[in-house]
């Protein structure tokens, strides 16, 4: 009873976190609110919670010009999703809902890092990115993912992310692990359509080309297969690589041959059916259906039914 009690308060001072009106009034967040006060130990209602928080906080990056309170906006919304995903994690033990709680927890770390990019530049991502806890890591999986994906891009190059599961995990391995620090990641969506991100990115690589074929004259420029095709740019002719499409400033030394990428990972993800492989999965059936080559490397790890090689 005193457990029940302790957590229908925390409730409680969650929904009074600093929220917009709008957010307060949604149909789905005060339904998975209602639930957690029938059941302060629904894991499951936590993580749903979360992830409509993080989503939430996503919305920033629709403004238009930088604002204070859109900042501390922003945080509270993804404090408010760490808290649940922590809860969700906890009242969740040993179940893919832990699991997931677990992922999507870093998952803010990394909306959060975003955010802190924009408003005050790259060492700031890297600071929010070290609040991280030791030992909180992405599961084996996600972390081959984003290695194998940064190191499929160029030197000095710019790599555009298609979606959560490749956005994250490459922010994560770039930023958190510490590879590839000579590369800018960030999701497309983002570069297209919050102009104050895009402008701090491009003061940082000292120009003023927005287009990716400007920029293109003077490094490489990838596109996550996460995407279903590479992004469609006035032109800009893009190459197909194993797991990115690249155009752009690209040398010899520079192309990784499909055969050295390790799915080591992935294997074990798929032998111990964890959480996350449908999603990396999804990932490298995509690369597959446009690099052919990859199928020798993922034959090495007996992977060739699960990504469809043939």
């Given at each position: 009873?005193?457990?029940?009690?302790?957590?229908?308060v925390?409730?409680?001072?969650?929904?009074?976190?600093?929220?917009?009106p709008?957010?307060?009034?949604?149909?789905?967040?005060?339904?998975?609110?209602?639930?957690?006060?029938?059941d302060?130990?629904?894991?499951?209602?936590w993580?749903?919670?979360?992830?409509?928080?993080?989503?939430?906080?996503?919305?920033?990056?629709?403004?238009?010009?930088?604002?204070?309170?859109?900042?501390?906006?922003a945080?509270?919304?993804?404090d408010t999703?760490?808290?649940?995903?922590?809860?969700?994690?906890s009242?969740?033990?040993?179940?893919?809902?832990?699991?997931?709680?677990?992922?999507?927890?870093?998952?803010?770390?990394?909306?959060?890092?975003?955010i802190?990019w924009?408003?005050?530049?790259?060492?700031?991502?890297?600071?929010a990115?070290?609040?991280?806890?030791?030992?909180v890591?992405?599961?084996?999986?996600?972390?081959?993912l984003?290695?194998?994906?940064?190191?499929?891009?160029?030197h000095?190059?710019?790599?555009?992310?298609?979606?959560?599961?490749?956005?994250?995990?490459?922010?994560?391995?770039r930023?958190?692990?510490?590879l590839?620090?000579?590369?800018?990641?960030?999701?497309?969506?983002?570069w297209r359509?919050d102009?104050v991100?895009?402008?701090?990115?491009?003061?940082?690589?000292?120009?003023?080309?927005?287009?990716?074929?400007?920029?293109s004259?003077?490094?490489?420029?990838?596109?996550s297969?996460?995407?279903?095709?590479?992004?469609?740019?006035?032109?800009?002719?893009?190459?197909?690589?194993?797991?990115?499409?690249?155009?752009?400033?690209?040398?010899?030394?520079?192309r990784?041959p499909?055969?050295?990428?390790?799915?080591?990972?992935?294997?074990?993800?798929?032998?111990?059916?964890e959480?996350w492989?449908?999603?990396?999965?999804?990932?490298?059936?995509?690369?597959?259906?446009?690099?052919?080559?990859?199928?020798k490397?993922?034959?090495?790890?007996?992977?060739?039914?699960?990504?469809?090689?043939?």
């Open positions: 009873m005193a457990i029940f009690l302790c957590n229908a925390l409730a409680v001072a969650l929904v009074q976190s600093p929220q917009p709008a957010a307060q009034d949604d149909s789905v967040r005060a339904g998975l609110w209602a639930r957690i006060a029938a302060s130990t629904d894991g499951a209602a993580l749903e919670l979360g992830r409509a928080y993080l989503e939430r906080g996503a919305e920033y990056h629709g403004h238009k010009k930088p604002t204070p309170i859109d900042t501390v906006w945080h509270a919304t993804l999703a760490q808290m649940a995903f922590e809860r969700s994690a009242w969740s033990a040993g179940t893919r809902t832990a699991d997931s709680a677990r992922v999507y927890r870093i998952y803010t770390v990394g909306e959060r890092a975003y802190d924009e408003s005050a530049g790259s060492s700031a991502a890297t600071l990115w070290h609040t991280l806890p030791d030992g890591r992405l599961p084996p999986v996600l972390e081959e984003g290695e194998n994906l940064l190191r499929a891009c160029p000095q190059g710019i790599l555009f992310t298609a979606g959560e599961t490749d956005t994250q995990a490459a922010w994560y391995l930023f958190s692990r510490g590839r620090p000579d590369l800018v990641v960030i999701p497309m969506d983002r359509g102009s991100l895009r402008n701090r990115v491009l003061r940082e690589l000292k120009t003023r080309e927005r287009t990716v074929g400007a920029l004259q003077s490094r490489a420029v990838c596109a297969m996460g995407f279903e095709r590479p992004p469609d740019e006035k032109n800009v002719k893009w190459n197909k690589r194993p797991l990115v499409w690249v155009t752009g400033r690209e040398t010899k030394t520079d990784v499909a055969q050295d990428f390790v799915f080591a990972a992935m294997r074990q993800a798929v032998d111990e059916h959480t492989t449908a999603p990396a999965s999804a990932i490298y059936k995509q690369a597959v259906r446009q690099v052919g080559a990859l199928c490397a993922f034959e090495t790890f007996g992977l060739s039914d699960e990504v469809g090689c043939r």
